[in-house]
Structures are given as structure tokens and as C-alpha cells.
């Protein structure tokens, strides 16, 4: 006896025990150097005395998000994996005892192209995405590098001088910003203000790193694969209850994108997608 296409579908369900999952379609992003810039500003407290100073830097790196529908309004967008790195070498100077424009006693700090660097620990939850903005909330996010710090005046042998290694406690960030779609493209604007602290109490000294600025990149939207109706990249059991949906109650849909449910791609959803889906599994 045939089965009709609901019930295919309900028993291959039964049979493995699929139930929801989540989905969304993972993008790989590119930060834009040409528009992407930040701030460094570290303060540093030592027992000389206390300083902050800041330069600036364009940045590269890569970022990963993910998005429930890859057509706009998206949905729900979490920035999942982040690097961004400085793409300039940066220099800041401290003065812990001013004389007129003279100092007495003071450092330099340096860092190569790549010296300092923003990592995501942990990502924030999944934020909704409303009229192409977002902030997302609750990132751990750690400062990671390497700098060369050199003592002048009176500071010399008070101040540990040398390379020294950047690696904050992570600290939670909110990260505010813009996702937008023109043809295959994805634009990714984020509003960074990062935050970390060293404190090293065999020296007595306490750094407090900021790196504030405007992040912009771009990712290509991912190949639409009919079938994956929680856009996770294949098809498989977890695109079955979907399917139903489609199939069943299209305007309750909730999944990532309802066209894919034309697995057969002959511009209907109808019993024959059940076949290819089927297929389609099988085939994975």
C-alpha cells in the first residue's frame, strides 16, 4: 500500500525519533581593512605612578555568524567564532611624572602588525534582528597579544622592561550592529567595545586594555540546498518535521526557509518532494 506523502513522511519520523531542532545558515565573514578601524587605549597604574594614552589601527580578521533565513528580515543572527586583529603596528606613550613638557619618568609601549587581537570566548545568545540591526548580548571576549614595553627616565629598573604576552581574563561585551543582503552578499557592521585587564601583582603594576571602533565585513550567502529546511548545510532527519510543516500548515512554517521544501525543484511543494527528500537523506 502507498502511502500518502503526510504519512511517509510522520513514519520516517517515528521510525528514528526526530523531533525540533535548531537551524540556521553559518556564514563565513572577511573584515573590510579599508573600513574597518579602533581605538587602543591601554591605562596603565604602576608604582611609578599612572598614565593612558591610545593610537589607532585598521584591522583584519574573520568572523562567523549565523542566520535563521537568509533572506531578510533574518530572523535570529549570533555572531558564533570573532578574531579581529590590529593591521598596524600601534605606539603609546606614558608619562608618570611630568615635568612642564619634560618627563621624568615614564614608558613606551609598541606592538607589531598583529600585536593586539580580539577573540571571541564565548558567544552571546542568538539576538533577533530588527529593521537590519541587532545587538547581541553576554559575549566573553579576551584581548590576546603581544607588546614591548621600554622604561625612560626614573622608571628604568622600577618598571619591568621587555615583550610581554596580552592575555586578559575574558570579560563579557555586548556587540551592537547591522546585517544587511544585496544580491549574494552579506554586510556585517559591528560596533566594537572591547575590554580587558591585567593585573600582575608581583610587579605591582595594572594594565586596562580597550580596543573601541567600527567593524565592517562581508560573507557570500551560503548555496541554497533544497531540502535543508533548517539551513544546517545537508539534509537529513533533522529537516523531516519541516518537511511536514511545508507540506501540512505552510503558514506556520518555522523553519529557516520554505521554498526548500520544492525538493524536487519543479516549482511546487507536493508529495513528490517526499520522494526526493527521501532521496536525499538516503543519498547523505
Known amino acids: 500500500?502507498?502511502?500518502?506523502?503526510?504519512?511517509?513522511?510522520?513514519?520516517?519520523?517515528?521510525?528514528?525519533?526526530?523531533?525540533?531542532?535548531?537551524?540556521?545558515?553559518?556564514?563565513?565573514?572577511?573584515?573590510?581593512?579599508?573600513?574597518?578601524?579602533?581605538?587602543?587605549?591601554?591605562?596603565?597604574?604602576?608604582?611609578?605612578?599612572?598614565?593612558?594614552?591610545?593610537?589607532?589601527?585598521?584591522?583584519?580578521?574573520?568572523?562567523?555568524?549565523?542566520?535563521?533565513?537568509?533572506?531578510?528580515?533574518?530572523?535570529?543572527?549570533?555572531?558564533?567564532?570573532?578574531?579581529?586583529?590590529?593591521?598596524?603596528?600601534?605606539?603609546?606613550?606614558?608619562?608618570?611624572?611630568?615635568?612642564?613638557?619634560?618627563?621624568?619618568a615614564g614608558v613606551n609601549v609598541t606592538s607589531n602588525v598583529g600585536g593586539m587581537n580580539v577573540v571571541m570566548v564565548t558567544p552571546g545568545l542568538p539576538a533577533p534582528v530588527v529593521a537590519g540591526a541587532f545587538t547581541q548580548v553576554g559575549n566573553d571576549l579576551q584581548l590576546l597579544g603581544d607588546i614591548n614595553v621600554t622604561a625612560t627616565g626614573l622608571a628604568v629598573g622600577q618598571i619591568p622592561e621587555g615583550p610581554f604576552v596580552i592575555d586578559s581574563d575574558p570579560l563579557q561585551n555586548d556587540l551592537p550592529g547591522t546585517l544587511t543582503r544585496i544580491g549574494d552578499t552579506f554586510t556585517l557592521t559591528i560596533d566594537l567595545d572591547a575590554t580587558g585587564m591585567i593585573d600582575d601583582p608581583d610587579t605591582g603594576v595594572m594594565i586596562d586594555f580597550t580596543m573601541?571602533?567600527?567593524?565592517?565585513?562581508?560573507?557570500?550567502?551560503?548555496?541554497?540546498?533544497?531540502?535543508?529546511?533548517?539551513?544546517?548545510?545537508?539534509?537529513?532527519?533533522d529537516d523531516a518535521p519541516l518537511l511536514v510543516e511545508a507540506l501540512l500548515a505552510p503558514g506556520s512554517f518555522s523553519g529557516c526557509d520554505i521554498n526548500r521544501a520544492d525538493v524536487d525543484e519543479n516549482g511546487a511543494t507536493n508529495s513528490l518532494d517526499v520522494a526526493a527528500f527521501v532521496a536525499a537523506v538516503l543519498g547523505n
Not at 574573520?62 to 533574518?74: E, L
Not at 535570529?76 to 608618570?96: G, P, R
Not at 557570500?220 to 548545510?233: I, M, R, T, Y
Request: hydrophobic share 45%; aromatic share 6%.
Open 212 to 237: 573601541t571602533g567600527t567593524i565592517v565585513a562581508t560573507g557570500q550567502a551560503p548555496v541554497v540546498l533544497p531540502g535543508d529546511l533548517d539551513c544546517s548545510g545537508v539534509v537529513d532527519l
Open 1 to 104: 500500500m502507498r502511502l500518502p506523502a503526510n504519512c511517509l513522511v510522520v513514519s520516517i519520523l517515528a521510525m528514528f525519533g526526530v523531533g525540533a531542532t535548531a537551524f540556521g545558515d553559518a556564514i563565513d565573514f572577511t573584515v573590510d581593512q579599508a573600513q574597518s578601524n579602533v581605538m587602543v587605549t591601554i591605562t596603565l597604574d604602576t608604582p611609578v605612578g599612572a598614565d593612558t594614552d591610545s593610537d589607532t589601527s585598521s584591522v583584519t580578521g574573520m568572523i562567523t555568524g549565523v542566520v535563521d533565513s537568509p533572506t531578510a528580515p533574518f530572523g535570529n543572527f549570533q555572531i558564533t567564532d570573532m578574531i579581529v586583529s590590529t593591521a598596524e603596528s600601534t605606539a603609546l606613550s606614558f608619562c608618570f611624572v611630568p615635568i612642564g613638557p619634560a618627563c621624568l
